[in-house]
């Protein structure tokens, strides 16, 4: 018998305006098993994970500072582990008299694959009870041990009404350009009911 996961974490508050958090997991392959995981499709050994994160308060209700470490151990073969970091910061802007909500933020990877940069925002705005838009531009520039360098550029936007109690129609788009798409393109409705929606 074996641990194939296990995962902890705790949350500190020791400022009003200060949040803290520390997450850990572990994962092993389990090789008794008789059906594949996903795991084994990347790792034949064990996995452990880290995640840091620290919340600011600057403005209280208006504007937070969120900021996130991630770090992973793969053991990619036996004895063959490997290293991967993760950092992200973004702004969390909120203007609830206007219904206004903004996050820019950034981020960096690096792993034993490659690493890369990159720069998102988001806006989304609740017009009323019933009516809400959103909008998202990601732009991410890499390099990979491979020589596969490239840029990549995502566009978003989604937007939804309320037509009745709980049942929301909502549309949008999807831009994507990358090494694999050119252009890439998409457009999707969806018509959603919460069935225990309470007026």
């Known amino acids: 018998r074996m641990i194939s996961q296990a995962t ?33 499709l990347y790792t034949k050994g064990r996995t452990l994970e880290g995640r840091f994160s620290a919340t600011w308060t ?16 793969i053991e990619v073969l036996p ?10 910061a973004g ?8 219904g206004l909500q903004f996050n820019p933020g950034y981020y960096f990877i690096k792993s034993f694959g490659g690493r890369l ?16 838009a959103e909008l998202s531009v990601d732009y991410t520039t890499y390099k990979k041990i491979t020589n596969d360098n490239d840029d990549a550029v995502s566009l978003y936007g989604w937007s939804g009404y309320e037509i009745v109690k709980g049942l929301v129609l909502s549309g949008g788009f ?7 798409f050119d252009r890439d393109v998409r457009g999707s409705f969806r018509l959603d009911y919460l069935f225990d929606h309470k007026s």
């Open 174 to 180: 999807e831009y994507n350009k990358n090494n694999l």
């Open 58 to 73: 600057i403005l209280p209700q208006y504007l937070k500072l969120v900021e996130n470490y991630y770090y992973d151990n």
């Open 8 to 40: 902890t974490g705790l949350d500190i508050y020791p400022h009003s305006r200060l949040a803290l958090n520390a997450e850990f997991n572990y994962f092993n392959v389990n090789q008794g098993l008789d059906r594949q995981t996903i795991q084994e």
């Open 117 to 132: 940069n990159g720069a998102r925002v988001l806006i989304h705005e609740q017009f009323n009870d019933l009516f809400y």
């Open 91 to 98: 702004l969390e802007m909120i203007f609830d008299n206007i």
């Open 79 to 88: 004895g063959d582990l490997r290293n991967n970091q993760r950092l992200d």
